[in-house]
């Protein structure tokens, strides 16, 4: 039998720090300490891979799917480890304590990684780093190249380099790096201070039988190192241009469909060479990661291809994927395949099968309850496999709170008793949502950590098809009290849940 569990997703941006954005520091620190005190198993964040303000700080907009992002690094720790002095980490502005100033943080957080870097520099041990950069070649040096030339070209996308950049040719790249060492050498200090703050974090997580469950978006951004570096394994022409996009059809969150603009795969050339790319990709986040939630899974059966040209995704059609043989290698290759499909929204039978086929355990999500015939709905809660994790809402969801208040539709409302099977007052609604989710067959169960705390509106992360005030929710420093902890460690004991 299965062991009953639950966690809590919080990106790690929304984490409190006086550096203006979420970081690896002592509060990251602090919220493991609370998850394991209340009983949760897992601890579930989004995306860590570099984002930039052009695709609104969207963590499933990222440059590499292997580098991570460089803002989560935490300045506190520079300091206790030596890389920086406290004189280094003190701020020239009152950053606020809701939201992010991206621009800003950024702006600090280059500068303290330079001073970092000339300390660095003059050190002459730096066995650990080397090691680091010889461990990690396989996407680094590409990484770096990519970061420094983007700069070199006033931030331009690569598809705007000088012919012999954009298409990677070895001797104008060789000449490039010879010109550049230095730069190129601080953007991979810069990585290995995240990924050795990264595994400490995870080791400390761990240590608590806190266990992190990673997010893998499907796809990568055109402007990214991975789409420079392999042309070939995306449906791109011989100019570089896309000549399909990815995207979905008309949803709960869009009537027209979302046109997400990334590149789509060209899984006959990846098929060629045996999903090498993939597999890289599974083996880098699986070694950072305990399980693998990975978005829009739909995608590996069949993906919504939408024309370049077109502007708007219902012009788009769906594509069959890799399906089981992409699986397989990848299960050949990682045993155990500890991996969540995201399989919300359009699912055909295949994309089940594929699921069931390898022991994936899908999402439902209960805010999508309340709609349609709600003997059949799958996200009622009566409905759920025990083979499956269950959410109150995902990053893309209002809070409860929000939802009832601003959306809910008055049929919704009117079918929350049938569908909760218990009295329930607006203002307690989270924690009667929150004890049905727990009581439920589902063997684990996520909350968001603002449907914990209750918020409204404020406490939302992202609203789909909208490209502001997005990745901006952040956790006041004293949310996180020992009578919290006590209510929801009762709720776990009550609904025979453990975090062993």
């Known amino acids: 039998m299965h062991k009953r569990h639950s966690g809590i997703l919080l990106h790690i941006t929304s984490l409190p720090s006086k550096f203006g954005i979420g970081d690896m520091g002592g509060f990251a620190y602090a919220f493991v300490d609370f998850a394991s005190l209340c009983n949760q198993r897992y601890w579930q964040v989004l995306p860590i891979n570099p984002t930039d303000g052009i695709n609104g700080n969207s963590p499933y907009s990222c440059s590499s799917a292997f580098a991570g992002n460089e803002l989560l690094i935490s300045p506190e720790m520079m300091v206790i480890e030596g890389f920086l002095a406290p004189a280094d980490v003190k701020v020239p502005m009152a950053f606020p304590e809701g939201g992010i100033d991206y621009a800003n943080v950024r702006a600090f957080k280059e500068k303290i990684f330079n001073a970092a870097f000339r300390r660095f520099e003059k050190d002459p041990d730096h ?29 331009n996308g690569w598809n705007e380099w000088p012919a ?14 010879r010109r550049n060492s230095s730069d190129l050498r601080k953007v991979k200090f810069i990585q290995y201070i995240f990924f050795r703050q990264w595994r400490k974090l995870k080791e400390y997580a761990n240590s608590k039988n806190v266990a992190i469950i990673g997010d893998i978006p499907i796809y990568v951004n055109y402007d990214s190192v991975d789409v420079w570096c392999h042309p070939s394994f995306f449906k791109i022409d011989a100019q570089g241009e896309m000549q399909f996009i990815s995207g979905c059809p008309p949803d709960y969150f869009s009537r027209t469909g979302q046109r997400w603009g990334n590149p789509v795969y060209n899984w006959a050339n990846l098929k060629k060479v045996k999903y090498s790319w993939w597999v890289k990709r599974v083996e880098h986040d699986l070694g950072m990661f305990d399980q693998l939630r990975i978005d829009h899974f739909r995608g590996f059966s069949g993906f919504w291809q939408i024309p370049a040209h077109e502007k708007l995704a219902v012009f788009g059609r769906w594509v069959k994927g890799p399906g089981e043989a992409f699986f397989k290698v990848l299960a050949r290759e990682f045993k155990p395949l500890p991996i969540i499909a995201e399989d919300l929204g359009e699912i055909t039978p295949d994309v089940t099968e594929l699921m069931k086929k390898f022991g994936f355990p899908g999402m439902r999500v209960l805010l999508f309850a309340f709609d349609g015939d709600i003997d059949v709905n799958p996200h009622v809660p009566a409905n759920y496999p025990a083979h499956c994790v269950a959410y109150s809402g995902t990053h893309d969801n209002n809070t409860i709170q929000g939802w009832y208040r601003q959306e809910a539709k008055p049929f919704e409302k009117a079918n929350l008793a049938r569908v909760l099977q218990t009295k329930f007052t607006p203002r307690n609604l ?6 049905v989710l727990m009581r439920s067959r589902a063997e684990t169960v996520i909350i968001p950590m603002p449907d914990f705390l209750g918020l409204r509106e404020q406490g939302r992360m992202n609203t789909p098809a909208t490209k502001v005030n997005n990745w901006q929710w952040r956790l006041k420093p004293n949310a996180l009290t020992s009578r919290l902890a006590q209510k929801i460690k009762r709720i776990i004991k009550s609904t025979n849940r453990s975090n062993t």
């Open 164 to 177: 012999a950049l954009k298409t990677r040719q070895p001797q104008a790249l060789k000449e490039f790096a």
């Open 430 to 435: 989270h924690w009667t949502m929150i004890e």
């Open 127 to 155: 066995k650990e780093y080397d090691e680091f950069v010889r461990a990690q070649d396989y996407w680094l040096s590409d990484y770096a190249l990519f970061t420094v030339i983007k700069s070199s070209q006033g931030g």
